[in-house]
Structures are given as C-alpha cells and as structure tokens.
C-alpha cells in the first residue's frame, strides 16, 4: 500500500499552498517558491468533485491517480505535504470545508494557489479569505501561451471574436510557423483546413497509441474508485492514460513518431471501433498539467524542420493547440459566471438514456458513446458532429448536454468543456464561439465515416420508419429556428432550401422529427 503524506505536526505554516486535481504543474509559481520547511501543500480528493456532475470512473482514476504522483514526488523532494485521501474518515469531501480544517491545522500566515480552471471554484477561492480570516493570493497559470489579461486585450472592443485571427497573432506573436520576416506563414498560407478532410477509406490501420502500464499507485486507485464510486458511468479495464510528466512526454514522443503525419488528412474522419485514428490523446495530460503546450508545439514543429511531417498535418496540430485551446479558454473566461447555463435557442428536450448506455439501433452512436463509456475519449468529430450534433437538433437542453460532456469524458474541466459545449457544439451561446450552429445531417456522417454502411437505418431517406433519425431531426431544427437564423448570412444557403420546401413536405418533416424525439426520450 503506497504511503501518502499526511500532516498533523501541527507546526504553524508560512504559508498554505493548495493544489487542484487539474493544476499538477511542476513549474506553476505556488511550487516552485515553495520553502520545505515553512510551507505545506494541501491537495484534497473531495467526492464533491466526483458527484456534482455525474462523472466517468477513468476521469476519476486520472485525476486521483496524477495527484497521488504528484504528491509523493512532492514530498520526497523533502516538501511538507498534507494530503486528503477519499478514503480518510476525516474528510469533509468538499473543498472548503477541508481548507478549513487544514487552516486549523497549521495556522498558516497566507493561503496560495494557481487560478483555478471553473468559475464555480474561483467563487470558493474568492470566499476563503472572509471566511478564515487570512490572505489569499491567486497566482495567474503560467501553463499556458496566453494570459487571462492579455486575452481580455485582444478581444476588448471586437464585435466578435474569431479563432481565425486570434490564431495568426498567436503564431507571429510567438513566432510559431512564420517565415523570417515574422510576418509571412511558413507555406504562405495560415490554414491547411481544405486538405484536411480526408475520409479514412483506403488508408492502413493506423499504429496503436502508447499506453502506460498502471503502476501500483494508479492500481490501488483504480480499485478505490470501482469500491466507492461503483454506481458512476464509464468502464474502468482500458485505462490507459498518462499520470506523470514522464509518462505525458513519451504519449507526445509517439505521438510525433509515428501519427503526426497522417494528423492532418485524418483529423475529421471517423471510423467503427478506430476512436483514436492519427489523434494524439494528448488532452488529458494537458489540461491536468502534466504535458507543456509550449512542449507540444515545439516538438511537432521540430518534425516539419527535420522532414518528418508534411506541413499540412503540423499546421493542424499547431492550430489545436496554440489557436484552438487558447481560444476556448479566453473565450470561457470573458463570459462570466453564467456561461454555462446560456441557452440562446430556447432548448428543453431531456439528454436521451443512450447517452449513458450506447444502447440504440443508430450504428454512429452506438459506436461513439461505446468509445466515451470504454475510453472517457472520443475525437473532436464524434464529439461534435455525432453526439453534439444529434442533441442540438433533438433539441435537448444544452445544461444537460454540458453536465454529460464535462462528466464523461478524461479530459473534461470547465474553461475546456463549457465553451466546446455550450458554444461551439450546442450554439447556446449566441454565437459566440461559432457564426453559426454545428448541425448536420446523416449525409456528413456518412462523408466521413463508415458507420452508415452497418446500420439499420438508411442515410439516404428523410421520413419513414427506415430513416435515419439525423434527417429529419436536421431539418426539423432548421424549420424551427428558421425565423431566428435569417439575420445570420452563413446560414442564408441552407435556408433557401427550407424556404422552397411546401407545407406538406415541411409537415412530413416536422411530424417525423416528432416522432425520432419521442423514441429518443428527448419529449415525453
Ligand atoms: P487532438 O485532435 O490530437 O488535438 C491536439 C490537442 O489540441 C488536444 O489534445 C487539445 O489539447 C487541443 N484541442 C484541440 N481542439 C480543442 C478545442 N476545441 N478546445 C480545447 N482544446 C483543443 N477538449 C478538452 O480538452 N476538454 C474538454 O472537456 C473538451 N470537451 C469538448 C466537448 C465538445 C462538445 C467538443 C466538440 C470538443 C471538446 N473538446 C474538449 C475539444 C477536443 O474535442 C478535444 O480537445 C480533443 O478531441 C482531445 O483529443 P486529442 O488529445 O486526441 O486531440
Ligand atoms: Fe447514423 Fe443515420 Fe448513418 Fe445510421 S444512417 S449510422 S443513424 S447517420
């Protein structure tokens, strides 16, 4: 049984510094000024974390599991380190409480920790000091490229805020991808999107990704979680993901051996029982801290200097990480608290039970849910034009919707998931992260994967007990916010074929629609 620290000395503390599950980085201010004999590390496994949304056993495990190395890395560089496990009968499992139990402890001059990733946590933070009487200091996450500040700079005084520009002045500012002059992309152009849209058709079984072993700390874990969370969704046998800075550097160097070069072309297909195809799963180890995004940009932009990677696939990767993720991060926190709970087009059918079982005759979704409920994981485009997709135009709350995504999947923390969710995926924020809703038919699942040619509906008809649900869900939505999407010119195309549809084929649509909505449980 591994020993985790736990500190009852009672010796008054300079200051208390908390770590989060998701702030595990060796080089965040709060540790690297730690002094080891005036100091404590306080980190906490708290159920509250675990329950406030349902929550998948893998991303539980992960972060208890990073934590666990974190700490006793921590404490046998010789740092004082009190740590709450879930099993420890004192524990409160929530975080404010046991902050209060540990400022009892060890009466601490200060209380430090990094800026948190969730509004919901900053509002603890930000309650502590009235609450124990003592200073709190909030250091900014120098994890990342881009500061909370600076974003609010580039945004203050836009009418809308656009990945697409944000991006090129993340590649000139940090000089990623740029010719000599600083000003002009390497290729001459910013974007490789266009060529990377490739079907997975004729391409070989891509290499599997590297999967640490779990060791004895991540095993003893795993079987914590199965004892005290077993009614929790997700499976627990596949774990198979990175706990250390160690372990996130080598799921990079794989990465960047042996996928990179297909990333690009492949970046948007999809195919059945293949959830990882060229897709690096590295999103994890960045959001827990454990893996540099500065590491990941250097190491993929080596490979197109050293001749291993085409442009196109670099280019794509870079976009993810110093455009994409930047973005949705400064996007989460310039729209306040209440960001989560947006609901722009007015949605409030139920999350249909699928979403927790993959028990349905639709072969996509049975076969992208399976992924979340086996891995915590699925790619970018199930993620948003499967699953987001079919609860967008079923018309199921988008709250319900961002709870799901924000529990299920191993990579999921608020400043990430929300914006992906809420924004991009459900549209419930007015537009903010996109122009205009990510919503689809069953013919762009068929474009981009196989999933059609094993299912029992048929992608090519739009009404009738053999359709295919996605149909006239698609159109049915298109036909409710007709009047609501008209002011917006990139939905103009699509509307014209609305608009040229009769009376009677619109309610052939809509009554159909109905229909896919009450077998899917979204309306009773
Ligand atoms: P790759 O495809 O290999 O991409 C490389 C890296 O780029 C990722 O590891 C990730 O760190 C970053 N990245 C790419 N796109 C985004 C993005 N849109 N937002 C943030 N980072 C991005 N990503 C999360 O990290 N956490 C989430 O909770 C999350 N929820 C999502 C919910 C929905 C509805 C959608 C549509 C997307 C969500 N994403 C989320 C974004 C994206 O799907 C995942 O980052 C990606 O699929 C992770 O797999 P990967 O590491 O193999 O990524
Ligand atoms: Fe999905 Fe429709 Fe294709 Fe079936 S036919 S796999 S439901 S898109």
């Given amino acids: 049984m591994t020993a985790f620290p736990s500190l009852n000395d009672r010796k008054k503390a300079r200051r208390l510094v908390v770590v989060l599950g998701d702030q595990l980085d060796r080089n965040a201010a709060p540790i690297v000024e730690i002094d080891k004999d005036r100091d404590v590390v306080l980190m906490m496994e708290v159920e509250e974390e675990s329950t406030h949304v349902p929550s998948h056993k893998q991303r539980t495990a992960l972060f208890l599991s990073a934590m ?30 046991e902050i209060e139990r540990a400022v009892r402890t060890h009466k601490p001059e200060s209380i430090h920790c990094t800026h948190p990733g969730e509004w919901r946590v900053l509002g603890m933070v930000e309650s502590w000091r009235d609450r124990f009487g003592v200073p709190v200091e909030v250091h900014e996450d120098g994890h990342f490229f881009t500061t909370l500040d600076a974003f609010g700079s580039w945004a203050s005084g836009r009418k809308s805020l656009t990945l697409e520009y944000f991006y090129r002045d993340q590649r000139k ?79 990079l160097d794989d990465f960047i051996e042996h996928r990179l070069a297909r990333f690009g072309p492949y970046e948007d297909a999809m195919w059945t029982e293949q959830p990882f195809l060229y897709h690096s799963l590295l ?31 670099v280019e794509g990767f870079v976009r993810q990480w110093l455009g994409w993720r930047e973005f949705i991060r400064g996007v989460y926190w310039t729209q306040g608290p209440g960001y989560p709970n947006r609901n722009g087009l007015g949605h409030r059918g139920r999350l249909p039970e699928l979403y927790w079982t993959a028990d349905t005759d639709m072969a996509c979704m049975r076969d992208c849910v399976s992924q979340v409920l086996e891995h915590g994981y699925a790619h970018h485009i199930p993620r948003l034009m499967v699953m987001g997709n079919l ?91 007709e009047d609501r999407f008209k002011p917006n010119n990139r939905m103009a195309m699509i509307l014209k074929n609305v608009k040229r549809m009769n009376e009677f084929q619109r309610v052939e649509l809509t009554s159909s629609a109905k229909n896919a909505r009450e077998r899917l449980g979204v309306i009773g």
């Fill in 68 to 97: 666990r190395h974190f700490a006793v890395e921590l404490a046998e560089s010789g740092a004082r380190v009190d740590y709450v496990t879930l099993d420890d009968p004192r524990n409160s499992h929530a975080f404010t409480t």
């Fill in 173 to 251: 500012k940090h000089g990623v991808l740029m010719q000599p002059d600083g000003k002009t992309p390497v290729g001459d152009v910013w974007n490789f999107d266009k060529d990377n849209r490739e079907a997975f058709k004729r391409t070989p079984r891509p290499p599997e990704p590297y999967a640490p072993r779990p060791d004895e700390i991540t095993n003893e874990v795993l079987d914590l979680v199965e004892s005290r969370l077993p009614k929790n969704p997700g499976e627990l046998g596949s774990f198979r993901w990175p706990v250390t800075p160690d372990e996130a550097r080598r799921a």
């Fill in 283 to 313: 999103s994890s180890s960045g959001n827990l801290k454990l893996l540099d995004p500065r590491e990941a940009v250097r190491r993929a932009v080596g490979a197109y200097e050293a001749g291993a990677a085409p442009l196109n696939s």
């Fill in 391 to 481: 609860a967008l135009i079923a018309r199921v709350d988008p709250r319900e919707v961002g709870d799901w995504y924000l529990g299920m999947f191993v990579d999921a923390v608020d400043w990430a998931s929300c914006p992906n969710t809420i924004g991009m995926s459900q549209h419930a924020d007015h537009g903010v992260v996109g122009t205009k809703p990510y919503a689809a038919s069953g013919k762009y699942i068929a474009r981009m994967s196989n999933y059609c040619e094993h299912c029992r509906y048929d992608v090519k008809q739009r009404t009738g007990v053999d359709a295919c649900p996605f149909n006239s869900l698609y159109w049915d939505f298109l036909i409710h916010h």
